[in-house]
């Protein structure tokens, strides 16, 4: 399917909504960002690439570095991980403590903040500099020998990170972190810091679409078993406190982050990904959000 003119389409049909909704300010250095970018990008199953817009320009990944980090935790302990993080949507904003104090230090699932430490977590148990662990993850897997975190966005988020620190905190005080605070934060900014444009993300998660292994150098990323289990841990809890309404709008798994971005898979058929900065009050992208719906829409292909 040549998916160009159906991105052209929706191009088109947002222009007059793109750069409503707010760019995200809590993180001072992400205010920066114009919120009039559209960018989005179809890898599909035979390996065509499909883009329109600012879909090669480098954004910040910020939370979809959570569906990495995960598989990189998966890839290291297997369903070990489950003891310390749930898979159950949170009906809760991404940063907030309530339920991690009701529920004795573990996180809902790996998608909101505490969830993303704990894997982040298991990478400072392993690797002596986690995010480049996770630069160097995404490097082949993106196509983009280059890819790098900005030092900037990190320490900005890293100077104003109380509430995660204050989550870390609390994990570590019901055993649920092993190492040191502080080290956990600096890794964790750091890799929600990366920067990679649709075209590199939508390459990225190709693996998804193709029951765990990477369909270009044919390596294992997962096994099946896990590959259909993060697709299902990103439809249910990977758009925020939003995830039950973009099904029902996008019907995709997908993964979302305040930069503006929102990655999603079509198992056995493509992987999407949209940028535009300005956000809806759920966190996701405004445009991005109702350029996947128009997608599903008139492609007619979505999991449902
Ligand atoms: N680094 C951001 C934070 O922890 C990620 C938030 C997001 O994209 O959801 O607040």
């Known amino acids: 399917m040549d998916y160009t003119p159906v991105l052209q389409q929706i191009e088109h049909e947002l222009k007059p909504v793109i750069g409503q909704g707010r760019v995200a300010s809590y993180i001072p250095e992400l205010a920066k960002v114009s919120p009039h970018h559209f960018g989005m990008a179809v890898v599909a199953i035979d390996g065509s690439l499909h883009t329109v817009g600012d879909a090669h320009v480098p954004f910040s990944i910020q939370s979809i570095s959570k569906l990495f980090t995960l598989v990189m935790a998966l890839q290291l302990e297997g369903e070990r991980v489950w003891d310390r993080v749930g898979r159950e949507p949170s009906g809760t904003p991404f940063n907030s403590l309530i339920q991690l104090e009701a529920e004795s230090g573990k996180p809902r699932n790996p998608f909101i903040n505490p969830g993303a430490l704990v894997c982040t977590d298991i990478l400072c148990t392993r690797y002596a500099v986690p995010e480049n662990a996770v630069v160097e993850f995404l490097r082949p897997l993106s196509g983009n020998k280059a890819m790098h975190y900005n030092r900037a966005v990190a320490a900005s988020e890293r100077r104003t990170s109380h509430r995660n620190a204050a989550m870390a905190h609390l994990m570590k005080a019901f055993g649920n972190l092993a190492n040191d605070v502080d080290e956990v934060l600096d890794a964790y900014c750091r890799h929600c810091a990366i920067e990679m444009s649709c075209v590199e993300l939508a390459h990225a998660a190709r693996f998804l679409v193709h029951g765990g292994t990477h369909p270009g150098d044919h390596a294992a990323i997962l096994g099946t078993s896990l590959a259909k ?70 492609t007619g292909q979505s999991i449902f």
């Open 229 to 298: 289990r993060i697709n299902a841990l990103m439809l249910t809890c990977g758009t925020y406190d939003a995830a039950g309404d973009f099904a029902f709008r996008v019907g995709l798994p997908a993964k979302s982050g305040v930069g503006g971005g929102i990655l999603a898979v079509m198992p056995g058929q493509y992987a999407v990904c949209v940028w535009s900065p300005a956000l809806e009050p759920s966190g996701n992208s405004l445009a991005g959000s109702l350029a996947l719906e128009r997608f599903t829409t008139l």
